[in-house]
């Protein structure tokens, strides 16, 4: 096998049609599920709310497994990497949320969606995955888009709010980390419910001990439209849609996967106009054509490359 070749298995190929679909469909109800967490916020607190749907995700992922005949204890290696991914995707939604009381929501979308580039960077140094200059314009041009359409930069702007900024960065970098950990680590070829089961165990008590700090309490027995939004987020955005994603690692490139969920946010956009009622400016217009546009960039097939070397002369 050549370098080239060992290159793409490692880093993944390009994405299909039926790729692309998946990832609306998974952007779709990420978008959403900005929607419900905040539909739910009355009655369970934001980490409560993450450990709960972790608990009950992996609820879902073991049902999953026994389905599929996937042995989820078995020792095949994955042990160590498992553990660090685990850890990773625990602190990840720690700093989310926490940044969240720090800074503003539409502040912190867009600074989570830093995510893409750190795994792009990963990307070319752990993967030898490269970009074209082209491809780094559409990042760029999805990053202004998400901003355009959150209506950042904003004023009033202190050290406080920067430091939630940062802590959403942080969680973006630790998203773009375990990204990367599956494609560079045993996890690649471990099935996809073992991989996102490590983290998601992991995560339950790191979400516990943090919302056990910050002192988070559900006050009251939470209403039909709290427990039904967090069966929503426990049963299908993690147990499903991130398994979904999970999959869709493992087997394409990550970078382009990555390029795709900017649309989210923008998804989450469109949900809170008509789920909350909240204003569409005509902005938002011009944002979402700078994000197709950069995905566009990202996903363009690589120019055909003719080596002087293999041309045949008819003789």
């Known amino acids: 096998m050549s370098s080239d070749q060992m290159t793409i298995n490692t880093a993944g190929r390009p994405l299909n049609v039926g790729a692309i679909a998946l990832m609306l469909l998974c952007c779709f109800s990420w978008g959403f599920n900005q929607v419900a967490v905040k539909l739910a916020l009355p009655d369970i607190p934001p980490m409560l709310q993450a450990m709960i749907r972790s608990s009950g995700a992996i609820l879902v992922l073991l049902l999953i497994a026994r389905l599929r005949g996937v042995k989820m204890f078995e020792r095949d290696g994955t042990l160590r990497?498992?553990?660090?991914?685990?850890?990773?995707?625990?602190?990840?939604?720690?700093?989310?949320?926490?940044?969240?009381?720090?800074?503003?929501?539409?502040?912190?979308?867009?600074?989570?969606?830093?995510?893409?580039?750190?795994?792009?960077?990963?990307?070319?140094?752990?993967?030898?995955?490269?970009?074209?200059?082209?491809?780094?314009?559409?990042?760029?041009?999805?990053?202004?888009?998400?901003?355009?359409?959150?209506?950042?930069?904003?004023?009033?702007?202190?050290?406080?709010?920067?430091?939630?900024?940062?802590?959403?960065?942080?969680?973006?970098?630790?998203?773009?980390?375990?990204?990367?950990?599956?494609?560079?680590?045993?996890?690649?070829?471990?099935?996809?419910?073992?991989?996102?089961?490590?983290?998601?165990?992991?995560?339950?008590?790191?979400?516990?001990?943090a919302a056990w700090i910050s002192g988070e309490t559900i006050a009251r027995v939470p209403g039909p439209l709290a427990l039904s939004l967090m069966v929503y987020q426990a049963v299908w955005v993690v147990g499903l849609t991130f398994l979904l994603w999970f999959s869709l690692v493992k087997a394409y490139s990550a970078s382009k996967l990555s390029a795709f969920t900017f649309i989210t946010p923008l998804f989450g956009v469109i949900a809170s106009y008509f789920i909350m009622h909240d204003t569409v400016t005509p902005v938002f217009g011009a944002a979402a054509l700078l994000v197709i546009a950069g995905l566009y960039l990202v996903n363009r097939p690589n120019p055909p490359v003719i080596d002087p070397l293999l041309k045949v002369t008819k003789t």
């Open 81 to 209: 990497a498992g553990l660090f991914a685990g850890v990773l995707f625990g602190i990840e939604f720690v700093l989310i949320y926490r940044g969240l009381f720090l800074t503003s929501a539409s502040r912190a979308v867009v600074f989570l969606y830093t995510a893409p580039f750190f795994v792009a960077l990963g990307s070319y140094v752990f993967l030898g995955e490269r970009l074209r200059a082209s491809q780094w314009s559409g990042l760029a041009l999805c990053f202004a888009g998400v901003a355009l359409a959150i209506g950042v930069p904003q004023a009033d702007v202190d050290s406080s709010v920067l430091l939630g900024d940062l802590m959403i960065v942080g969680g973006g970098a630790l998203w773009a980390a375990t990204t990367l950990i599956v494609k560079t680590t045993a996890l690649l070829k471990a099935p996809a419910e073992k991989g996102l089961g490590y983290q998601v165990a992991l995560s339950i008590p790191i979400l516990g001990l």
